[in-house]
């Protein structure tokens, strides 16, 4: 094949550090979908990089199975996508530490995620520290041209680049400069009480929840406590950011009957509590089957870890080349 004719490359990964949430799915899974014939597509599962801040060895591997099938059960079709997981190929550690060995403290403490890791408890492993050389291999090891992502991951990629650029300036040109892909209008879902959706703030709404669980956490939407015929502001309120992904037919409706002041936020939360479930159901179902055949899910991930590995394992070799490693 014609390098024109190559398809471009995209990789993006997800933690197995809890159950997967509305904002892991529009923020990047969809996006996953939707390339997933475009382009040559490789989404695996970052267990190392939970491992960061995850300890329990039994629920680690419980999450693997749950990010495995819910990569499964939104669509993604292994014959299309290589989904693997990212222990089972061992150059992703290699890599990171070569990297390591080119990056300075100074840079990587400029992290925003570890920053927040800080903020939150002194006592962060080197690995939260590190993270983002991990990731940094991860990416350009398979030469990715496309890093679909939330908002919250566009530092990430800037020091993937950024650390590409120093490699191939000391060793001579070896990596590929990837871009992010980050949807505008999905860059952060808030979560249920307005920050951003994430599984460390225990503010989601878990994409395979059950019906009592999606009831649970819509009531407990926060929200100003105006009345059902007080005037509202949709762009202020915290259900309407969550109507505007999940009650598109509705949208224009309900934004006139919140400034007219003709919807009160328990019918509001009604309406979202019924699309929700309506988008949940279907993948709900598929995910519940998926995840009472572990051994279908261990063969996925085993046929990607094989797909990936030679081109993983010719990429070292290059590298431990130019680093000077090879005799
Ligand atoms: P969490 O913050 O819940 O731990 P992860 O860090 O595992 O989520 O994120 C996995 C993917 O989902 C990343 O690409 C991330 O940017 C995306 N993502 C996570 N939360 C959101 C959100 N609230 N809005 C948009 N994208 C998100
Ligand atoms: N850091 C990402 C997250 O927290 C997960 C991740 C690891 C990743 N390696 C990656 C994403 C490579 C894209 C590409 O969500």
Redesign the pocket.
Known sequence: MEESEKRKVLI?G??P?GDL?I??Y???MQQFLEFQEKFESVIFIADYHALATAYDPARLKENIYRVAAGYLAIGLNPSKVTLFKQSDVREHTELAWVFNSITTMPYLMRAHAFKDAEARNKEISVGTFDYPMLMAADILMYDADVVP?????KQHIEFARDTAEKFNRMYGETFKLPEAYIKDD????PGIDGQ?????YRNTIPLFASDEEIKKQVFAIVTDSKGESEQKDPESDNIFALHKFFSKKELSDLEKRYKEGGIGYKESKEILYENIRAFVTPIRKQYDTLLGDRSFIESVLEEGAAKVRPKAEAKMQEVRRKIGVTL
């Open positions: 993006s997800i933690k550090t949430h904002g892991n529009l923020g990047a992502v939330g908002q919250d991951q999905v860059a952060t879902v951003k959706m994430s599984k460390s």
